[in-house]
C-alpha cells in the first residue's frame, strides 16, 4: 500500500472515532437514562381533608 | 395521604438524589372531580384549579393533558389557566370545528440527556357532544384514531421516544398500544382510581396512579437501539412480590379468628375467596422461585432491549412541605373556606333528620359513649384545618349531607356538625315522632361505613374493630 492511502485510511478511522460516539444515537450496549416523574386524575385536591 | 406541598417536596427530593434527566407530566382531569361544576361549588372549584396551576408552575411540569373533566368549568375558563401556566396543556383531538385546528397544543418536543422526546395526549368525550364538555358550539373531540396515526408518525420521524398522556380507558389505550407500536409509554388517566404498575402491551407501556394526588409514579427507563422493551424479570419479580404480599396479607386477615373455613361457615363464596387466595399464593411463590433464576442468569448475560423500572411513591401527610408551595395551598384553603363561609348565613330547615341531641333525649347512655368517640370530633378537625366550609370535605365530616352539592351543607344547625347517630342509623324524623312505630336501622352496613373510609381516607380501617371504638351499644 502507498504511504497515501495508509495516512489516509488512518485519517478516516481517527475521524469515524469522534464522530460515532458524538451522534448522539443510542450506544449500543449502553442505554440512555430517563427518568418519567408522573400523576394524573388530581381531580382538583391541593390538600387532603382533616 | 395527598397534598400538593408535599408532592412537589418529594419531586424535588427524588429529583435531587438521581442523577438521570426528568421528565414531569400529568395525563389530567386534574382540575376538577365532576364532568360539570356545579353553581353551588362554583367559586371553591375555580380556586382550587388556579392553585393547581401556580403550584404546577413552581413544580416544573412539562406538559399536562387536557382530560375530560379539565373542562368542568367550560372551555373559556380552561383557557385562562392556560394563560397563566409555564407548561403546556396538550390536547392533540380538542378542535375548533371553525377551523379545524387544536385548541390547545397537539404534541411537545422535549430534549433531555440527548435524547428528544415527543409527548402528545388526547381527550375523552365519553357519551357527550364536545358541546355539553366544553360548553362552546365550535368545539369537537375528534376519535383518537382519526388523529394519532399521523401524528404518531410525525413525532416518531422527529424523536427517539413518544409518549401519550391518554384521557381514555385501558381498553382503548391498548388498542392504541396494538396499532400505533411508535408510542412507547401511555400514562392515563380518568377511569380508575388505583395505582396500575406498568403493563406491556405490544410496544407500549401503559401506566397511571391512584387519583387526587395521593400517590406520584416514578418510571426509571433504560433506552436501547430497536427501541423495543425487554421484558424484564427483575421488574416482574418486584411485581410478582407485591402481589405475594397482598395475597399473604388478605389471607392473614381473614385468618384473625381462626380457621376461615370454621369461621364463615354458612358463607360459602367467603370460603370460595379464602381457598382462591391459598391457590394464588402457592402459584405465586411458585412462579417466583423460577423469576429468581431468570434474573439471576439475566445479570450475567446483561440486557438487550430497554428496560424500565416503575415505583409508586406514597404522599404521605408526614412528608415535608415545600416552602413556596405551601403558601399556595394555604391561600387556595383560606379563599374556599371564606367563600363558604359567606355562603352559610342562611337559616336552614333539615328534612328526614333531626340531630344528635334528639336521639340523647331517649338514648342517654348511647349519646354519653358517642360523645367520646372520633365520631363526635369531625367537625371540629375541620376547624382546625381551617376548612369547615369546604364542600370536598364536609360531607364525611357532619350528618345529613352526602354530597357537596346540597344548598343547606355551609349552614347546617350545630346538633349536626359532627358524624352524629344519624349519618349511621338513618334520618330519625320519624322514629323521634312514634319511636315505638318506626325504627332505625339497628347496626349499619359495613357500606355505609365504607362510604367514608375508603382506603385513601383511612387504610386501617376495620369494620368490627371500629364499630366497637363507637361505643354506641
Known amino acids: 500500500m502507498t504511504f497515501q492511502y495508509r495516512f489516509t485510511t488512518l485519517l478516516i478511522l481517527m475521524a469515524m472515532s469522534i464522530i460515532i460516539p458524538a451522534t448522539g444515537a443510542l450506544a449500543a450496549g449502553n442505554g440512555r437514562d430517563l427518568t418519567i416523574y408522573y400523576s394524573n386524575d388530581v381531580h382538583g385536591k391541593t390538600e387532603p381533608c382533616g | ?473
Open chain 2, 1 to 473: 395521604m395527598g397534598g400538593l406541598s408535599k408532592k412537589a417536596s418529594k419531586i424535588e427530593e427524588l429529583r435531587q438524589q438521581s442523577s438521570a434527566a426528568s421528565l414531569t407530566v400529568d395525563a389530567g382531569d386534574l382540575f376538577f372531580s365532576q364532568y360539570r361544576v356545579t353553581p353551588f361549588k362554583e367559586g371553591q372549584d375555580k380556586a382550587s384549579a388556579v392553585g393547581l396551576v401556580d403550584g404546577y408552575n413552581i413544580i416544573g411540569y412539562d406538559a399536562v393533558a387536557v382530560g375530560m373533566r379539565d373542562l368542568s368549568a367550560g372551555l373559556d375558563f380552561l383557557l385562562q389557566l392556560k394563560e397563566r401556566a409555564t407548561f403546556p396543556l396538550l390536547s392533540a383531538n380538542l378542535i375548533r370545528k371553525s377551523t379545524g385546528k387544536p385548541i390547545f397544543l397537539p404534541s411537545v418536543l422535549i430534549e433531555r440527556n440527548g435524547l428528544k422526546v415527543a409527548i402528545t395526549a388526547i381527550t375523552d368525550r365519553r357519551d357527550k357532544t364536545a358541546q355539553e364538555i366544553t360548553d362552546d358550539a365550535d368545539t369537537d373531540i375528534l376519535p383518537w384514531n382519526e388523529v394519532l396515526p399521523q401524528l404518531t408518525a410525525e413525532l416518531a420521524g422527529q424523536s427517539d421516544f413518544v409518549i401519550l398522556l391518554s384521557n381514555l380507558s385501558l381498553e382503548e389505550n391498548v388498542r392504541i398500544a396494538a396499532e400505533l407500536p411508535a408510542i412507547q409509554l401511555i400514562v392515563q388517566s380518568g377511569y380508575r382510581s388505583n395505582n396500575l404498575h406498568p403493563q406491556k402491551h405490544n410496544n407500549s407501556l401503559i401506566c397511571q396512579t391512584g387519583h387526587e394526588g395521593k400517590h406520584l409514579g416514578e418510571l426509571n427507563l433504560s433506552l436501547r437501539p430497536g427501541k423495543i422493551w425487554q421484558e424484564s424479570s427483575e421488574e416482574l419479580l418486584v411485581a410478582r412480590q407485591q402481589e405475594l404480599d397482598r395475597c399473604e396479607w388478605q389471607l392473614k386477615a381473614m385468618r384473625r379468628k381462626g380457621d376461615p373455613e370454621i369461621v364463615f361457615q354458612g358463607k360459602p363464596s367467603t370460603i370460595r375467596a379464602y381457598k382462591a387466595l391459598m391457590v394464588k399464593q402457592e402459584q405465586l411463590s411458585e412462579e417466583l422461585k423460577s423469576l429468581q433464576a431468570v434474573v439471576a442468569e439475566e445479570k450475567k448475560i446483561g440486557p438487550t432491549g430497554s428496560t424500565y423500572g416503575n415505583t409508586f411513591h406514597d404522599i404521605e401527610i408526614t412528608l415535608p412541605d415545600h416552602p413556596e408551595v405551601l403558601k399556595i395551598t394555604e391561600n387556595v384553603r383560606r379563599t374556599v373556606n371564606n367563600l363558604g363561609r359567606q355562603r352559610s348565613r342562611q337559616q336552614v330547615k333539615i328534612m328526614t333528620y333531626t340531630g344528635w341531641l334528639a336521639c340523647a333525649d331517649c338514648h342517654a347512655e348511647q349519646t354519653d359513649k358517642w360523645k367520646m368517640s372520633p365520631h363526635a370530633a369531625t367537625y371540629r378537625t375541620l376547624e382546625n384545618k381551617l376548612q369547615q366550609y369546604d364542600l370536598n370535605c364536609i360531607p364525611c365530616h357532619v350528618t345529613a349531607v352526602t354530597t357537596g352539592s346540597e344548598p343547606f351543607a355551609l349552614s347546617l344547625p350545630d346538633e349536626f356538625l359532627a358524624v352524629g347517630c344519624e349519618a349511621c342509623h338513618g334520618g330519625g324524623e320519624k322514629h323521634a315522632a312514634s319511636p315505638n312505630m318506626v325504627k332505625v336501622v339497628g347496626k349499619p352496613a359495613q357500606e355505609v361505613c365504607l362510604r367514608c373510609h375508603t382506603p385513601e381516607q383511612d387504610d386501617d380501617f376495620d369494620y368490627e374493630r371500629d364499630l366497637k371504638k363507637l361505643g354506641c351499644k
